[in-house]
């Protein structure tokens, strides 16, 4: 292990960078994907403090344990309590508790990390066992270690949100609901073990614009907290223990890019209008309210994808209500002027929240979410619908449908939205009526089923993210098979080509609200497949505007009308890179083919 202080050689590891730009700050190191075991500085005067709380959390735990061997022992007999009974034993033990108690006071640790660490050490002493029986009680420790973490964080959360100084943030994972959470001002970076492109913690990154590198396997054990590292969210590139030459090079990189920072605000009157004059929407994509500010910033023609679940993400405790959300809807109906804001009914379940009272599922990312939770739980849908469209009267909003994979679905929710307007009429509540209604494609039935669809939906919503994942059957935030995760894949191409298709011919509008649509590489060939209506993460709007002004829709159609002809992810891959020359290069980076 490292030990603060102690110069190592330079190290560079390599990752996927998911948001653009430099960071350069102290690494802040994260044990747990809902940013419970966090490593705090306490005052000398909190200590004592700290020690209780360690003291009751331990006491609580031993109780726990008693009960539990109590009722195993009346159901089983006495000879199946001893593994819990090694844990009591664990959790009595005198050195072990003196230990932690030692490490929360030398180091002025919050307990949660204390334990972690000590807890840590034990177990690296178990892993040299040679004895197999032995060497497998280790998982005893662990449990121990989790279930006093899981009562220190229940008792007292001490979250990310609290980070005293700026930081980069060092994670094996991060939840969508604690990367919501954290506050812009003081983390500099993130980067993670897991994740790819497309993966929720990464979307997060880019639409509150900070430097981010996922699926950097083993950070997490290469860097402690303190240390100086630097992310570079372009390249995907980790440096630890970065040389002063390489200080110099990555400060004067940072000062380039804000300078940049500085010209895209300078150029965002400019029109999305292609050199043969064709006109693209750009659009933004939202998380939380509060990003209204940078999508203004950056000239977006309103707001194509309201991701309303993070909502729920922020709420203090459970379910926003309809007041809360009918407050929130009308802000963005009131912020997003004429071009108005689609509001995509919450998406809970799957990989990203989840509802409270839920179990979770073997097979989240084919289970109970989204559209389906609505029709389900109907009472949360019904809530939701009554405040968007008590909030339309003040705005353009449209509600979009998430996760579709049959017409009944669509049917059943444009069933209980027409209800809820009858509702809101019989009660005289002012609303709006005849709110459009659109559909996100992200499942291959609804791409197949397309044209079908098109008969009943206002607009189309291209969801790349979860098209993706389910087209070709990879996890999108899982590293492992990250390359697999190919948007430029035949059949993906084919897929969006198909919706276009759908769309034109029946006359509604098509938009891509996926990750695609803020990947330069990307966004030529969705222009070129006839798509004109892009939704990205707000930051990179300056980018593809820039594509935009800077190619002939003529040349896109061409080079996508040769790679439909295309029959492997590689053929694409070498195409599009050995054409791009001839598009706008200077746009892309390895990382846009990812
Ligand atoms: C998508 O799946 O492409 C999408 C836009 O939705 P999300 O990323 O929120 O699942
Ligand atoms: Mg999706």
Known sequence: MRGIGRKFPEERLEGIGVCQGVAIGNAFLVDDPRGRVVRFFLPKQQLDAEINRFREALHLAQQQVREAIERLRAALGSDHAYILEAH????????????????????????????????????????????????????????????????????????LNELAEEAIIVADDLMPSVTADLDPRK???????????????????RSVNIPAVVGVRGVTSRVRSGETIIIDGTTGTVILNPSPETLIFYTEQR?????QEQHDIEERELPAITFDN?????????????????????N???????????????????LPTEEEQFEAYKFLAEMSGEAGAVVRTFDLGGDKLHLEGFKPERNPALGLRAIRLSLQVEYVFRTQVRAILRAAVHGNLKILLPFVSNLDEVRAAKQII??????????????????????????????????????????????????????LAVD????????????????????????????????IPVNVCGEMASNPAQVILLLGLGLRDLSMTPTAIPTIRRLVRSIDMANAEKLALHVLTLTTPNEVHRYVQTHLSELGSQFLTTAHFG
């Open 187 to 205: 983390v500099l970076g993130f980067v993670t073990n897991a994740g790819g492109w497309a993966s929720h913690t990464s979307i997060i990154a």
């Open 278 to 298: 064709q006109e693209v929407k750009l659009r933004a994509n939202i998380e939380l309210i509060e990003e209204i500010e940078v999508f203004q910033r950056f």
């Open 300 to 318: 977006a023609e309103g707001v194509g994808l309201y991701r309303s679940e993070f909502l729920y993400a922020q709420a203090e405790s459970g």
């Open 255 to 259: 000062s380039r890019q804000q300078q």
């Open 476 to 507: 999108r935030g899982n590293e492992n098979v990250n390359s697999l995760f190919d948007p430029l894949h035949p059949a993906v191409l084919r897929a969006i080509k198909q919706v276009a298709d759908a769309g034109r011919k029946l006359e």
């Open 88 to 159: 009591l034993l664990m959790l009595q033990d005198p050195h072990l508790q003196g230990q932690i108690e030692k490490f929360i006071l030398e180091n002025q640790a919050n307990a949660e990390w204390a334990v972690r660490d000590v807890t840590g050490h034990l177990l690296e002493v178990y892993a040299q066992i040679e004895d197999d029986y032995l060497r497998e009680r280790g998982s005893d420790v662990v449990d121990v270690s989790h279930r006093l973490i899981k009562i220190l964080s229940g008792t007292e959360t001490r979250g």
């Open 418 to 471: 027409a209800d809820v307007e009858r509702e809101l009429r019989a009660e005289k509540v002012a609303h709006a009526e005849d709110v459009e209604i659109g559909v996100m494609i992200e499942v291959p039935a609804a791409v197949l089923m397309a044209e079908v669809l098109a008969r009943e939906a206002d607009f189309f919503s291209l969801g790349t993210n979860d098209l993706i994942q389910s087209m």
